[in-house]
Nanobody
Framework: VQLQASGGGLVQAGGSLRLSCAAS????????VSWFRQGPGKDHEFVAG????????PEADSVKGRFTISRDFARNIVYLQMTNLKPEDTADYYC????????????????WGQGTQVTVSS
């Protein structure tokens, strides 16, 4: 399976963006999918994850109440809806997948997608 993230851009603080992670090559049916991000000078950070059955695990505290992950099984896409964006959300966002588990750290990832850049201006 290959993953392609899209939807990043420049937005003002308080704004919203929706990121998409599209899969190709095979269906994501048996894969848990997560979003990670890496800000300038920072390590990779888990943001949110969704299982192969559609259930979520808790988001990172830094985004709780503002970001929501969801998946469209028919279209083979996982979304990250981001609201009330803050300058500290500025980062490259990556989607990642693992078979039969939700990757909540980089060690558990089977497949990484390309990043999409999100910049939040104050």
């Amino acid at each position: 399976v290959q993953l392609q993230a899209s939807g990043g851009g420049l937005v003002q603080a308080g704004g919203s963006l929706r990121l998409s992670c599209a899969a190709s090559g095979r269906a994501l049916g048996n894969y848990g999918v997560s979003w990670f991000r890496q800000g300038p000078g920072k390590d990779h950070e888990f943001v949110a994850g969704v299982s192969w059955t559609g259930g979520n695990i808790p988001e990172a505290d830094s985004v709780k109440g503002r970001f929501t992950i969801s998946r469209d099984f028919a279209r083979n896409i996982v979304y990250l809806q981001m609201t009330n964006l803050k300058p500290e959300d500025t980062a490259d966002y990556y989607c990642a997948a693992s078979r039969f588990r939700i990757p909540d750290n980089g060690i558990l990832v089977d497949v990484w997608g390309q990043g999409t850049q999100v910049t939040v201006s104050s």
